[in-house]
Protein backbone atom coordinates (compact mmCIF):
# COMPACT_ATOMS: atom_id res chain seq x y z
CA UNK A 1 0.00 0.00 0.00
CA UNK A 2 2.78 2.64 1.02
CA UNK A 3 4.36 1.42 -2.27
CA UNK A 4 1.53 2.20 -4.78
CA UNK A 5 1.11 5.39 -2.84
CA UNK A 6 4.89 6.65 -3.37
CA UNK A 7 4.68 5.42 -6.40
CA UNK A 8 1.31 7.46 -7.37
CA UNK A 9 3.18 10.65 -5.93
CA UNK A 10 6.32 9.90 -7.89
CA UNK A 11 3.72 9.71 -11.27
CA UNK A 12 1.80 12.72 -10.20
CA UNK A 13 5.85 14.69 -9.48
CA UNK A 14 6.36 13.66 -13.15
CA UNK A 15 3.21 14.89 -14.64
CA UNK A 16 2.95 18.14 -12.59
CA UNK A 17 6.67 19.28 -13.65
CA UNK A 18 6.40 18.15 -17.40
CA UNK A 19 3.04 20.67 -17.62
CA UNK A 20 5.39 23.49 -15.43
CA UNK A 21 7.44 25.88 -16.63
CA UNK A 22 9.15 28.83 -15.59
CA UNK A 23 9.53 32.26 -17.79
CA UNK A 24 11.82 35.00 -16.92
CA UNK A 25 13.20 38.43 -18.38
CA UNK A 26 11.60 41.38 -19.70
CA UNK A 27 9.81 43.48 -18.39
CA UNK A 28 7.81 44.58 -21.49
CA UNK A 29 6.90 41.72 -22.68
CA UNK A 30 5.38 41.07 -18.68
CA UNK A 31 2.06 41.70 -19.60
CA UNK A 32 1.61 39.77 -22.42
CA UNK A 33 2.88 36.34 -20.82
CA UNK A 34 1.12 36.98 -18.35
CA UNK A 35 -2.10 37.60 -19.83
CA UNK A 36 -1.29 34.71 -22.05
CA UNK A 37 -0.64 32.02 -19.46
CA UNK A 38 -3.64 32.90 -17.55
CA UNK A 39 -5.90 32.48 -20.73
CA UNK A 40 -3.17 29.26 -21.50
CA UNK A 41 -4.25 27.73 -18.03
CA UNK A 42 -7.58 28.15 -18.21
CA UNK A 43 -7.61 26.47 -21.12
CA UNK A 44 -4.86 23.42 -19.83
CA UNK A 45 -5.46 23.33 -15.94
CA UNK A 46 -3.08 20.78 -15.89
CA UNK A 47 -0.58 23.46 -16.76
CA UNK A 48 1.37 25.47 -14.53
CA UNK A 49 3.35 28.61 -16.12
CA UNK A 50 5.09 31.22 -13.83
CA UNK A 51 6.43 34.36 -15.04
CA UNK A 52 8.92 36.66 -13.34
CA UNK A 53 10.54 39.73 -14.64
CA UNK A 54 13.52 41.80 -14.02
CA UNK A 55 14.72 42.34 -17.64
CA UNK A 56 16.30 41.01 -20.87
CA UNK A 57 19.68 40.24 -19.38
CA UNK A 58 18.38 38.47 -15.73
CA UNK A 59 16.21 36.36 -18.54
CA UNK A 60 19.82 35.11 -21.21
CA UNK A 61 21.30 34.62 -17.05
CA UNK A 62 18.85 32.60 -15.80
CA UNK A 63 18.45 30.50 -19.02
CA UNK A 64 21.95 29.55 -18.50
CA UNK A 65 21.98 29.30 -15.30
CA UNK A 66 19.25 26.87 -15.93
CA UNK A 67 16.80 28.63 -13.13
CA UNK A 68 14.04 29.33 -16.06
CA UNK A 69 12.89 27.60 -19.00
CA UNK A 70 11.87 30.71 -21.20
CA UNK A 71 13.85 34.41 -21.33
CA UNK A 72 11.62 36.89 -22.51
CA UNK A 73 12.99 39.52 -23.87
CA UNK A 74 12.98 43.30 -25.68
CA UNK A 75 15.99 42.48 -27.38
CA UNK A 76 18.00 39.89 -29.23
CA UNK A 77 20.61 37.44 -27.86
CA UNK A 78 24.07 38.93 -27.86
CA UNK A 79 26.83 36.85 -29.46
CA UNK A 80 28.59 36.65 -26.30
CA UNK A 81 25.50 35.51 -24.22
CA UNK A 82 24.62 32.81 -27.07
CA UNK A 83 28.59 31.67 -27.00
CA UNK A 84 28.26 31.55 -22.99
CA UNK A 85 24.89 29.23 -23.88
CA UNK A 86 26.47 26.97 -26.08
CA UNK A 87 29.70 26.31 -24.16
CA UNK A 88 27.36 25.51 -21.38
CA UNK A 89 25.82 22.76 -23.86
CA UNK A 90 22.49 24.62 -24.62
CA UNK A 91 21.23 24.94 -27.83
CA UNK A 92 19.06 27.81 -28.08
CA UNK A 93 16.24 28.25 -30.58
CA UNK A 94 14.95 32.19 -30.85
CA UNK A 95 11.24 32.82 -31.33
CA UNK A 96 9.62 36.27 -32.64
CA UNK A 97 6.19 35.89 -30.38
CA UNK A 98 4.99 39.81 -31.37
CA UNK A 99 6.38 43.48 -31.92
CA UNK A 100 6.47 46.40 -29.32
CA UNK A 101 6.73 50.04 -30.62
CA UNK A 102 8.28 52.36 -27.82
CA UNK A 103 6.68 55.45 -26.73
CA UNK A 104 8.75 57.97 -25.32
CA UNK A 105 6.32 59.80 -22.36
CA UNK A 106 6.23 63.34 -20.56
CA UNK A 107 4.36 64.81 -17.65
CA UNK A 108 0.64 65.39 -18.76
CA UNK A 109 0.99 69.19 -18.24
CA UNK A 110 4.08 69.28 -20.60
CA UNK A 111 3.09 71.47 -23.35
CA UNK A 112 5.76 69.94 -25.76
CA UNK A 113 4.08 67.57 -28.18
CA UNK A 114 6.97 66.20 -30.29
CA UNK A 115 10.48 65.77 -30.82
CA UNK A 116 12.96 64.94 -33.57
CA UNK A 117 15.39 61.70 -32.65
CA UNK A 118 18.47 64.19 -32.20
CA UNK A 119 16.30 65.99 -29.59
CA UNK A 120 16.24 62.98 -27.72
CA UNK A 121 19.63 62.52 -28.11
CA UNK A 122 20.38 65.48 -27.05
CA UNK A 123 18.02 64.91 -23.79
CA UNK A 124 19.29 61.90 -22.89
CA UNK A 125 22.77 62.41 -23.52
CA UNK A 126 22.82 65.29 -21.06
CA UNK A 127 23.20 68.02 -24.15
CA UNK A 128 19.85 69.22 -24.03
CA UNK A 129 19.00 70.26 -20.46
CA UNK A 130 15.76 72.53 -20.24
CA UNK A 131 12.79 71.80 -21.68
CA UNK A 132 12.72 75.92 -23.02
CA UNK A 133 15.68 74.10 -25.75
CA UNK A 134 12.81 72.14 -27.37
CA UNK A 135 10.13 74.74 -27.35
CA UNK A 136 8.89 74.07 -23.91
CA UNK A 137 8.82 76.08 -20.43
CA UNK A 138 11.83 77.39 -18.73
CA UNK A 139 11.68 74.03 -16.58
CA UNK A 140 14.69 71.58 -15.99
CA UNK A 141 14.68 68.22 -17.81
CA UNK A 142 14.17 65.08 -16.14
CA UNK A 143 15.28 61.92 -17.88
CA UNK A 144 14.27 58.29 -16.81
CA UNK A 145 15.67 55.62 -18.32
CA UNK A 146 15.71 51.55 -17.53
CA UNK A 147 18.46 49.44 -15.81
CA UNK A 148 21.23 48.51 -17.94
CA UNK A 149 20.16 44.80 -17.52
CA UNK A 150 17.06 45.69 -19.84
CA UNK A 151 17.10 45.39 -23.07
CA UNK A 152 14.79 48.40 -23.91
CA UNK A 153 18.26 50.59 -21.84
CA UNK A 154 19.63 48.68 -25.14
CA UNK A 155 17.45 49.26 -27.63
CA UNK A 156 16.59 52.86 -27.00
CA UNK A 157 20.70 53.46 -26.58
CA UNK A 158 20.67 51.85 -30.05
CA UNK A 159 17.90 52.70 -32.01
CA UNK A 160 17.22 56.78 -30.68
CA UNK A 161 20.85 57.40 -28.89
CA UNK A 162 22.85 55.90 -32.05
CA UNK A 163 25.06 53.80 -29.36
CA UNK A 164 25.65 57.04 -27.77
CA UNK A 165 26.14 56.98 -23.58
CA UNK A 166 23.64 58.15 -21.52
CA UNK A 167 24.30 61.07 -19.60
CA UNK A 168 25.98 60.34 -16.14
CA UNK A 169 23.67 60.95 -12.84
CA UNK A 170 20.38 59.58 -15.25
CA UNK A 171 17.55 58.15 -13.13
CA UNK A 172 17.80 54.44 -13.52
CA UNK A 173 14.80 52.85 -13.09
CA UNK A 174 14.12 49.09 -12.10
CA UNK A 175 11.16 48.46 -13.48
CA UNK A 176 8.87 49.80 -17.04
CA UNK A 177 5.84 50.55 -14.38
CA UNK A 178 8.17 52.93 -12.52
CA UNK A 179 9.21 55.17 -15.28
CA UNK A 180 5.61 55.68 -16.21
CA UNK A 181 4.51 56.36 -12.01
CA UNK A 182 7.94 59.13 -12.01
CA UNK A 183 7.42 60.34 -15.11
CA UNK A 184 4.14 60.93 -13.89
CA UNK A 185 4.51 62.82 -11.16
CA UNK A 186 7.57 64.62 -12.09
CA UNK A 187 6.57 68.39 -14.27
CA UNK A 188 10.03 67.78 -16.05
CA UNK A 189 10.57 64.66 -16.44
CA UNK A 190 10.48 62.43 -19.92
CA UNK A 191 11.06 58.86 -20.41
CA UNK A 192 10.64 55.64 -22.57
CA UNK A 193 8.45 52.79 -22.42
CA UNK A 194 6.56 49.88 -24.71
CA UNK A 195 2.72 50.88 -25.43
CA UNK A 196 1.15 48.07 -22.87
CA UNK A 197 2.45 50.39 -20.25
CA UNK A 198 0.50 53.63 -21.34
CA UNK A 199 -2.16 54.82 -18.77
CA UNK A 200 -3.66 58.80 -18.46
CA UNK A 201 -0.40 59.24 -15.73
CA UNK A 202 1.59 60.17 -19.04
CA UNK A 203 1.45 62.00 -22.21
CA UNK A 204 3.14 60.24 -24.98
CA UNK A 205 5.17 62.36 -27.83
CA UNK A 206 5.29 62.04 -31.37
CA UNK A 207 8.78 61.40 -33.03
CA UNK A 208 10.36 62.07 -36.33
CA UNK A 209 13.27 60.36 -37.71
CA UNK A 210 13.54 62.35 -40.49
CA UNK A 211 15.37 65.64 -39.07
CA UNK A 212 11.62 67.53 -38.66
CA UNK A 213 9.81 66.72 -41.55
CA UNK A 214 7.03 64.41 -40.38
CA UNK A 215 6.14 63.53 -36.77
CA UNK A 216 4.96 60.02 -36.00
CA UNK A 217 2.11 59.67 -32.76
CA UNK A 218 3.41 56.08 -31.30
CA UNK A 219 0.26 53.32 -31.48
CA UNK A 220 -0.09 50.00 -32.38
CA UNK A 221 -1.76 50.89 -35.83
CA UNK A 222 1.02 53.13 -36.99
CA UNK A 223 3.89 50.32 -35.80
CA UNK A 224 1.77 47.81 -37.73
CA UNK A 225 1.54 50.39 -40.67
CA UNK A 226 5.55 51.03 -40.39
CA UNK A 227 5.21 54.63 -39.79
CA UNK A 228 6.13 54.58 -36.59
CA UNK A 229 9.81 54.96 -36.35
CA UNK A 230 10.96 52.97 -33.03
CA UNK A 231 9.60 48.81 -33.28
CA UNK A 232 11.79 46.00 -32.19
CA UNK A 233 10.80 42.33 -32.04
CA UNK A 234 9.99 40.60 -28.70
CA UNK A 235 11.33 37.32 -28.32
CA UNK A 236 11.53 33.77 -26.57
CA UNK A 237 14.39 32.05 -26.27
CA UNK A 238 14.76 28.53 -24.86
CA UNK A 239 16.78 25.54 -25.09
CA UNK A 240 15.70 22.72 -27.51
CA UNK A 241 16.27 20.14 -24.74
CA UNK A 242 13.31 21.63 -23.18
CA UNK A 243 11.06 21.84 -26.77
CA UNK A 244 8.38 19.42 -25.03
CA UNK A 245 7.96 21.20 -22.45
CA UNK A 246 7.64 25.43 -23.84
CA UNK A 247 6.42 24.25 -27.16
CA UNK A 248 2.76 24.01 -26.26
CA UNK A 249 2.86 27.16 -24.61
CA UNK A 250 4.89 28.97 -27.10
CA UNK A 251 2.35 27.33 -30.02
CA UNK A 252 -0.38 29.10 -28.04
CA UNK A 253 0.98 32.25 -28.33
CA UNK A 254 1.50 32.18 -32.16
CA UNK A 255 -2.16 30.62 -32.59
CA UNK A 256 -4.70 32.94 -33.46
CA UNK A 257 -5.99 32.72 -29.81
CA UNK A 258 -2.51 33.88 -28.31
CA UNK A 259 -2.12 37.14 -31.06
CA UNK A 260 -5.44 38.15 -30.17
CA UNK A 261 -3.97 38.45 -26.67
CA UNK A 262 -0.81 40.41 -28.03
CA UNK A 263 -3.45 43.07 -29.60
CA UNK A 264 -5.46 43.35 -26.71
CA UNK A 265 -2.33 43.38 -24.25
CA UNK A 266 -0.95 47.06 -26.53
CA UNK A 267 1.53 45.11 -29.00
CA UNK A 268 1.32 44.47 -32.83
CA UNK A 269 1.01 40.72 -33.66
CA UNK A 270 3.13 39.08 -35.91
CA UNK A 271 0.03 37.96 -37.96
Known amino acids: MKKSILILIALITIVFSSNAQKIKGSDTVLPLSQK ?5 MKVNPSAVVTITGGGSGVGISSLLAGTTDIAQTSRRIKFSEKQKLKQNGKDIREVIVAYDALAVVVHPDNKVTKLTREQLEGIFTGKITNWK ?4 ADLKIVPYSRETSSG ?21 MPATGAIIQSVGQTKGAIGYVGL ?25 ANAQNKI ?6 LYFYYDTKLEKTVKPFI ?11 VSEVGFVNIK
Do not use: C, W
Open 196 to 220: AYLNSSVKTVHISYDEGKQYTEPSV
Open 152 to 172: TYEFFKESVLKNKNYMSGIMS
Open 133 to 136: QVGG
Open 36 to 40: AAENY
Open 228 to 233: YPVVRP
Open 251 to 261: DYILSNEGQKI
